[in-house]
């Protein structure tokens, strides 16, 4: 894989990485399609017993990679769709992965990156890390990653985040129930390690049916949930306020709604 790192370690636990530290581990067309692929490669491996997700580098995900977005302006809305739903499955094959998924989270988690979050059974953070649900600044919706982000937080605390676009620190994540655990970043590695090891106590086949329990008991997030949010996606990229916004992002100027 070009944009991901997967490594074994002892006991069945495999440690997948993003690796395009150079963009902070943006998600590009490329990234998302092999994060499918890998967990469907997960789901059929039997000696996995625990997923760690981490990224390379000064930051966790910074969100969508700049040239993605740009190709993204750029296409018709067919096009568009498309890759929104491409994003959307591979954000379901992760949340539907029947092994426990640890997200341990340093630097930056922005945009697609806490959909990332979102779709892990747990997720440990460095204490210095910087979060924002980053899309309204761009005329966006934070749509695909959204059913999510609200079956991890609530609509309450989700509403508290995702209409302003602010950063908020890793305190204010965890009170928000997108992280579990907050600690130093030296400390990170022995905090992932910590909540791995129960998994390898457990009878791997139950704990795949208790993940599948839990998730029956929660909101559904089906193909008609997944169907509307790519459409509320779709959508606001046609508006004006997206077009404002994404073409002053490039311009490296301030969108015309901005009020200092």
Not at 18 to 29: Q, T, V
Not at 69 to 93: H, I, Y
Not at 206 to 224: C, F, N, P, T
Request: charged fraction near 30%; hydrophobic fraction near 45%; aromatic fraction near 6%.
């Amino acid at each position: 894989m070009e944009t991901l790192g997967i490594s074994r370690v002892d006991r069945g636990i495999v440690r997948i990485r993003l690796e395009r530290p150079e963009k902070r581990n943006a998600m590009s067309g490329e990234m998302i399609s092999e994060l499918a692929a890998a967990a469907v490669r997960f789901a059929a491996d039997q000696d996995i017993r625990v997923v760690v997700l981490s990224g390379e580098g000064s930051g966790f995900c910074a969100g969508a990679d700049l040239e993605w977005m740009r190709g993204q302006f750029n296409a018709s809305q067919e096009d568009r769709r498309r890759e929104a739903m491409r994003l959307a499955s591979m954000l379901k094959a992760w949340n539907d992965l029947t092994k426990p998924v640890i997200a341990q989270v340093h630097g930056c988690a922005f945009g697609g990156g806490l959909g990332l979050i979102a779709v892990s059974d747990i997720a440990v953070a460095a204490v210095d890390t910087k979060f924002a649900f980053s899309e309204t600044r761009l005329g966006l919706i934070p749509a695909t990653i959204s059913p999510y982000v609200a079956m991890r937080m609530g609509e309450a605390k989700m509403r508290r985040v995702i209409l302003s676009a602010r950063v908020f620190g890793a305190a204010e994540a965890m009170e928000l129930d997108l992280v579990s655990k907050v600690v130093a970043e030296e400390e990170i590695d022995d905090a992932v390690e910590e909540e791995a090891a129960p998994f390898l106590r457990c009878a791997p086949g139950a704990v795949a049916k208790a993940k599948s329990l839990a998730r029956s008991l929660g909101r559904e997030i089906d193909e008609r949930v997944i169907e509307e949010s790519v459409s509320r996606l779709s959508e606001c990229w046609e508006s004006d306020e997206a077009h404002e916004g994404i073409t002053a992002f490039f311009e490296k100027r301030s969108p015309n709604w901005l009020i200092s």
